[in-house]
């Protein structure tokens, strides 16, 4: 529920202070601090997901003698994976943007790059349009793909 900006922050600044065996190059302290802010909304869709799936189809398989395990893995997870590709596809994309904070520790990036050439050309302009383009242009082909992938998971299912 922290912003994603003060976590990188905190790993950056505060758990080195805290224990300074933990001293990380910026690059590994936004991977730890990106990994953890989505792995904690990944977690909640992925829940979401399992508990979406209706009662009564894990009912229908333990009436068939499934085990538990068997009505996870066949039964539950494919259909949860179903409920729950959009919103990871979304938080995926949620990702790629906020990888950008990162800049904010000196991690060499899309945007800190960008800044760099903008501050030698003093052009931001055109600098910052083709960097929303490329931007655009990462978010649209992989949603491209997650609908792709979200209608190839959905062909049995009428």
Known sequence: GTPLLLQILFFFLAVPA?????QLSE?????????????????????????????????????????SIYTFWDIVLPQAVRISLPPLANNMVA?????????????????MISSRVQAESFRPVPVFITVAAIYLLLTTTFTQFAAALERKLATGKR
Request: zero cysteines; hydrophobic letters at 55%; charged letters at 10%.
């Open 18 to 22: 805290i224990a300074p065996q933990l």
């Open 27 to 67: 690059f590994w302290t936004a991977v730890i601090a990106l990994s953890l802010n989505v792995g904690a909304y990944n977690a909640e869709v992925i829940r979401a997901g399992i508990n979406a799936v209706p009662v009564g189809q894990v009912e229908a398989a333990r009436s068939l003698g499934l085990s």
């Open 95 to 111: 990702l790629l943007k906020d990888s950008s904070m990162a800049y904010t520790i000196g991690v060499v990036e899309l945007l």
